[in-house]
């Protein structure tokens, strides 16, 4: 069983929520990102999603944009992402770490070299934005032979036979896009998400991550009650965004905020 | 290649390029389209409807002019001009925007939007959304906005609401990121108008069968008037619509050879350049895979070129294929070359070409006298000059 199915049955014995927070790899700087995914541990987050700076974050709100060009601006890569994984992976062989970014840095680097690398680096889940299961067949296979899940999105546009398509491609878990839009907009519409994973329940027994729109304590509570998991990234990288001249501030806001929500979602 | 060329398959593959590569909320949408799109292009009344705007709108067929000053200044092939530049809003543009306007319309969208570089394509965009009264939103790099004030005017003149992009390198790709985000929002009443034939399945298959009036038009206009196909197409390349829109009609037959020509700004070997097919390397970006400047990360590279609508780091996915197979060569021109061959067709003929079409010009004027004077080049004049006079005036220290 992998390391994320693992965390998913044992939430679900203590009936709990995963909560996962998203980071931007090099954001503001490479030395910030290792001890930042140590402390949201320590806060307990159950798995974190590492976003792996590009060029053109074409479903990225101005937030994570931003935090993708300070990032790049460090010469943040897909190597380098591995390489904080492998320096976290020496603390922490425990937290599920899944990275999520878009296709063409791994296409730069090769397929295989990628699924390589994520192996050895003990990643547990690649979430490729870009990378729809209609084109996923090669991808797909090298990560799950190396024990790594496929994470795919599902939208509020899903229809049923996309849900299957996810559902028989994915591993791990699906992370659900709750509206339409980019990264870091608009606000959750609870009635509908809620519509919308009863579909998806009845089309997979996969865990439901459910992300964007989860601003604060009170839509992470929300959105718990919802899915499997609540996913928080714009809200995080804010705290960078207001505090780029002193990243220990804005370390200890993300580290109160996450505070905030596990103590909300765990009421 | 086989015999009879019918690609993309029914995925929106191109042998390993093209396809649909984004995110699951555009996936619904792009489908949505392409059923759209397979029917009504099987539609007699929607194909009446577009030729006759083609016609009455558009104003064509556009000639295809016998540049004989030029062909004999040259001293080889005679040269044919496919005379784009005299369509309504002066471009090749205006045959796509109509066609997925018309689509958009049948569609039920209410909401246009586009993204553009020089500002041609959103020109053309806000020209077609006026005269159906569609809402019309363009985005356009700020660096754009700023080196193409006139046609930022001439869309606001015509409604469109014009928003300057500001993230990354502020240029053409960071406007359809940009516009890609819009329609991911809008997706229920907005119709994405993409300009060139780049961007995920059907795109880069639909801006083509819009775009193959020119090589229709250009192969019956040859044969009428010379009793025979050409030698050679040249058209200018930088997502890549005007040059597959000349070449498709052609792909069959194996006697007439292709050249598309990139822009190599100050030069390929600088770095400095837009030329994805002649030096970049194959990627995924804006939903397709295809040629692309890049770094060795897979970072996006910012591009170079004088001609704003060759300012681009990817090309059409088609054109990365008709590369890889042979069927067609592409190479590239220097922005001096460029001005060079805009200098040339303005004095000899007394037509003034769009730096894009320069390109295609120039690389004429070292085709040409290679090539025996019974043989038969048709450049694809994919857009006319007006646009480029201040920049041109600039670079050259004219204070107007």
């Given at each position: 069983m992998s390391r994320l199915a693992a965390k998913f049955e044992e939430l679900s014995k203590s009936g709990r929520k995963a909560l996962i927070p998203f980071l931007t790899a090099g954001?503001?700087?490479?030395?910030?990102?290792v001890p930042m995914m140590h402390a949201m541990v320590e806060v307990g987050v159950d798995i974190i999603e590492l976003g792996v700076p590009?060029?053109?974050?074409?479903?990225?709100?101005p937030v994570i944009q931003k935090a993708s060009e300070r990032a790049l601006a460090h010469k943040m890569s897909l190597r380098k992402v591995l390489n904080a994984v492998a320096e976290f992976r020496?603390?922490?062989?425990?937290t599920p770490v899944v990275l999520m970014g878009y296709l063409n840095p791994i296409e730069a680097m090769g397929y295989e070299d990628f699924a390589n690398a994520a192996q050895r680096v003990e990643i547990d889940g690649v979430l490729t934005v870009d990378l729809p299961p209609e084109e996923a067949d090669f991808c797909v296979s090298l990560l799950k032979e190396r024990g790594i899940d496929p994470i795919f999105l599902l939208a509020p546009n899903s229809n049923e036979e996309r849900i299957r398509k996810m559902d028989a491609a994915g591993s791990g878990y699906i992370y659900y896009v709750?509206?339409?839009?980019?990264?870091?907009?608009g606000h959750l519409n609870t009635a509908d998400v809620e519509e919308r994973l009863k579909l998806i329940r009845a089309n997979t027994q996969l865990p439901i991550g459910i992300g964007f729109g989860v601003k604060d304590a009170e839509t992470a509570k929300t959105v718990a009650h919802l899915g499997d998991g609540v996913v928080v990234g714009s809200a995080l990288i804010s705290k960078i965004e207001a505090n780029l001249d002193n990243p220990e501030q804005a370390c200890s806001e993300i580290v109160d905020l996450l505070k905030a929500m596990r103590a909300a979602m765990d009421e | 290649m086989t015999q009879h060329y019918n690609l993309?398959?029914?995925?929106?593959?191109f042998g390993p390029y093209g396809g649909k590569f984004v995110a699951e909320t555009l996936m619904g949408p792009i489908q949505e389209l392409e059923e759209a799109y397979l029917r009504y292009m099987q539609d007699p009344e929607f194909l009446t409807e577009l030729d006759a705007d083609l016609q009455h709108?558009?104003?064509?067929?556009?000639p295809l002019y016998h540049a004989e000053r030029w062909s004999r200044h040259l001293g080889g092939a005679q040269l044919y001009l496919?005379?784009?530049?005299?369509?309504h809003t002066g471009a090749h543009k205006v045959n796509n925007t109509i066609g997925q306007a018309l689509l958009a319309k049948r569609m039920g969208k209410t909401r246009i939007i586009a993204e553009t570089g020089a500002g041609q394509h959103g020109v053309a965009t806000a020209t077609v959304a006026a005269r159906l009264g569609l809402e019309c939103v363009v985005y356009m790099g700020a660096v754009d906005v700023a080196r193409q004030s006139l046609n930022v005017y001439r869309m606001k003149l015509l409604g469109a609401k014009v928003v300057a992009v500001e993230s990354g390198s502020k240029t053409l790709k960071d406007a359809l990121n940009e516009a890609l985000r819009d329609w991911v929002t809008n997706v229920d009443n907005t119709f994405y108008i993409i300009g060139?034939?780049?961007?995920?399945?059907?795109y880069p298959a639909m801006v083509r069968d819009f775009q193959t009036v020119i090589g229709r038009e250009a192969k019956e206009q040859c044969l009428t008037m010379t009793g025979r196909l050409p030698d050679a197409l040249v058209a200018c390349v930088g997502g890549g619509s005007n040059a597959i829109g000349l070449f498709y009609p052609f792909?069959?037959?194996?006697s007439v050879k292709m050249y598309g020509v990139e822009a190599a700004g100050d030069g390929v070997e600088t770095g400095r350049h837009s030329a994805p097919l002649c030096a970049g390397r194959p990627g995924v970006l804006h939903g397709n895979r295809t040629y692309l400047i890049e770094d060795d990360d897979g970072e996006i590279i910012e591009t170079h070129s004088i001609s704003a609508g060759l300012d681009y780091p990817g090309v059409g996915p088609e054109h990365a294929w008709l590369k890889d197979s042979g069927r067609a060569e592409y190479v590239n021109i220097t922005d001096d070359e460029a001005l060079k061959g805009f200098h040339d067709l303005t004095e000899m003929e007394g037509i003034i070409p769009a730096l894009e079409s320069s390109h295609a010009i120039a690389y004429t004027t070292k085709l040409a006298?290679?090539?025996?004077?019974?043989s038969i080049i048709i450049i694809?004049?994919?857009?006319?000059?007006d646009k480029d006079i201040m920049t041109l005036a600039q670079r050259e220290g004219i204070e107007l």
């Open positions: 954001d503001p700087h490479p030395d910030f990102t590009f060029s053109d974050p074409m479903a990225d709100g020496r603390k922490d062989d425990q709750s509206l339409k839009g980019v990264t870091g907009a | 993309p398959d029914e995925r929106g593959h709108y558009v104003g064509r067929p556009s496919k005379r784009e530049d005299l369509n060139t034939v780049a961007g995920p399945h059907p792909i069959d037959d194996a006298p290679t090539m025996p004077k019974d694809n004049l994919s857009g006319r000059g």
